[in-house]
């Protein structure tokens, strides 16, 4: 069975696992997990769940993949030749999975450390010597009111006592999304590649795209401490859908 999709990307979100009513009965949170990657695909192929059979594995690495894809009809089980992405990120009580016909990386993060000197230590531990010369450089914009730092739709962005930290999130939740996208996890190096330059946050990292998905553009959680990324190929930055299961 061949389908053809084109380039086409969705994004899917539960903003409360917990009392999801697409997760009743299923207690173990590994089984919630493929439960969920599972509802997402079979959305993103326009097929029931009963009739489509997943079979996943592993790279090298440890990144999971789609290993084969069957459509079950009657006593038979017919492939879907095609190929299709996935990428889950979890984040306290939210669950995120990009599913998309092309390579993608994504990761959401509630910013759960309030304190500066601790996202100090951990920047200098994690981050590259770029991205750390451009949170230093946080402290140029709180001094002289300067807002060249800082893209136009980072509004977040313009609290004193918050910049450092904000932008320390920003930054961790890109790096999870792009070693998400190579596949390689953490054996990447988070130290191997900046998402920042030194003055500002990056939108591109060679031909890789960085799209912000904003809080306001979720149903419920309308807060400023949760941030999402996904991680593409550049060449299908305008491709994206959102849906939510509750």
């Known amino acids: 069975m061949i389908v053809h999709w084109g380039h086409f990307m969705k994004l899917y979100i539960c903003e409360d696992v917990k009392n999801a009513k697409w997760r009743k009965n299923i207690p173990d949170e590994q089984k919630i997990s493929r439960a969920f990657i599972k509802k997402c695909i079979c959305d993103f192929i326009c ?5 489509i059979d997943i079979t996943f594995a592993k790279n090298d ?6 290993d084969s894809l069957y459509k079950i009809r009657e006593n038979d089980r017919i492939k879907i030749d095609f190929s299709l992405f996935f990428s889950l990120s979890h984040s306290e009580n939210m669950i995120i999975c990009a599913v998309a016909c ?5 990761d959401c993060q509630m910013k759960n450390v ?10 200098k531990r994690f981050y590259s010597s770029t991205e750390n010369m451009f949170l230093e450089s946080i402290d140029l914009y709180n001094s002289d009111g300067s807002d060249d ?3 136009a739709d980072d509004s977040d962005d313009f609290a004193n006592s918050e910049a450092y930290i904000n932008n320390f999130f920003k930054i961790w939740t890109k790096k999870e999304a792009y070693i998400k996208y190579t596949g390689k996890g953490l054996t990447e190096g988070m130290t191997t590649f900046s998402v920042t330059n ?3 946050q990056k939108n591109y ?10 809080p306001t553009k979720l149903r419920k959680l ?3 401490d949760l941030y999402i990324y996904l991680c593409y190929n550049k060449e299908n930055k305008n491709i994206l859908s959102i849906k939510y299961f509750g």
């Open 47 to 51: 097929e029931k769940e009963d009739n």
């Open 61 to 66: 690495y440890g990144k999971p993949y789609i």
């Open 102 to 106: 092309f390579n993608v990386g994504a």
């Open 114 to 123: 309030k304190n500066e000197a601790q996202c100090r230590k951990i920047a």
């Open 149 to 151: 730092l800082y893209d």
């Open 198 to 200: 030194e003055v500002r």
């Open 205 to 214: 990292l060679g031909d890789v795209y960085f799209k912000r998905i904003l």
């Open 222 to 224: 309308k807060r400023k």
